[in-house]
């Protein structure tokens, strides 16, 4: 194996880098149904921490695709948290605030606020802020990254760790599921430069897409074959989309999670320049979720910002807060989308 990339100096803020070494308990948080950024980022992260003797704990709300599953062999992780208190470095990926979290986030960052020496927060993300979103001073954002996994990377270079081989795929299956496997436009060239890294220090690009591609399970066919059935297309072509119901879920066994990259199958086909996802898990008004992916000029994030979402210029999402399912939910989008395509 070679040895560790040198970082660039300038990648931390200034003391971060104190603080991550000083830290001795660590731990680390991701957004409500973590996705494969969320969860290789973490992972990534966690094993190369882990590796240099310290403590690390994982926290997961949600569900998450189960065939992703063996990123989180050899962790800790927790869906609950006993003692909150007992951290003394806490960090936040793929998400810049606790209400990401899903239920009960504030909770957990009004026990983690209550610690006698309260644990210093360190952010990384790579989503896109709206003016009157904040972070504290060590954060690490940057909306033209391609993944929180390449911002991890530039982490562990920075501070000289070296990464378990399990920690390179972990980082690896970040970086290509939030890029297509490096088929979309946030694939950027200090993209690249870090899977050829990861790459040198002894990751395989092969085995990351045999785990993430070609591992999925049966379930998950089937509920796409019903997905597909579902497709309309909108405004002369330049809309498709697509519809997961509870009753689909029943009767293949499947479960949300299992609709990861599902939007895609709109967006493959000629003319569309803006596929929704719209997942309805039958829970009433407020939890139908729609994800975005967008094509060209067309400006998914503007248009999930005016349903109280957001996320990047090609891939975003949002929960209706007005529709009680799936039907309502096309409603509102196609009563918005036209003016955006």
């Known amino acids: 194996m070679t040895e560790a990339v040198a970082g660039r100096p300038d990648f931390l803020p200034p003391g971060l880098g104190e603080i991550l070494t000083a830290a001795s308990r660590v731990l680390i948080l991701t957004h409500h149904n973590p996705d494969g950024d ?6 990534g992260l966690a094993l ?3 590796k240099t003797g310290r403590e690390v704990d994982v926290h997961l709300t949600g569900s998450w695709a189960e065939h992703l599953n063996f990123l989180l062999d050899g962790l800790n992780v927790k869906t609950g948290l006993d003692d909150p208190a007992g951290y003394d470095l806490v960090v936040l990926l793929d998400c810049h605030s606790f209400d990401r979290l899903g239920p009960g986030g504030l909770t957990l960052a009004a026990g983690l606020a209550k610690a006698p020496r309260p644990a210093p927060l360190v952010v990384l993300d790579h989503h896109l802020l709206t003016p009157d979103e904040q972070t504290g ?3 690490i954002l940057d909306s033209g990254a391609s993944s929180t996994g390449e911002l991890v990377w530039g982490l562990i270079r920075a501070l000289g760790w070296l990464p378990p081989r399990p920690a390179l795929r972990a980082i690896l299956v970040a970086v290509t599921t939030d890029t297509g496997f490096f088929s979309q436009s ?4 200090e993209t690249l430069r870090a899977a050829a890294d990861l790459v040198e220090l002894g990751g395989s690009l092969e085995e990351v897409d045999r785990l993430v591609n070609k591992s999925l399970p049966l379930r998950r066919m089937k509920l796409m074959g019903l997905a597909l059935e579902t497709l309309t297309l909108h405004f002369g ?3 498709a989309a697509l519809t997961v119901t509870p009753e689909m879920l029943a009767k293949t066994g499947a479960l949300m999670a299992d609709t990861e990259d599902f939007v895609e199958l709109g967006r493959s086909l000629a003319g569309v320049t803006l596929a929704a996802l719209i997942k309805d ?4 008004p407020g939890s139908v979720r729609v994800s975005l992916r967008s094509r060209e000029d067309v400006d998914a ?3 999930a910002r005016h349903f109280g979402g957001g996320g990047h210029r090609q891939a975003s999402a949002y929960n209706d807060p007005q529709a009680a399912n799936a039907r309502e939910a096309l409603e509102n989008l ?3 989308a036209e003016k955006f395509l």
């Open 38 to 43: 969320a969860l290789g980022s973490a992972a």
């Open 48 to 50: 190369t921490m882990l």
């Open 137 to 139: 001073p060590n954060s």
């Open 186 to 189: 946030n694939t950027r060239a």
């Open 237 to 239: 072509g330049r809309l």
């Open 281 to 284: 898990s039958g829970w009433g």
């Open 301 to 303: 994030a503007s248009l």
């Open 334 to 336: 196609l009563s918005l």
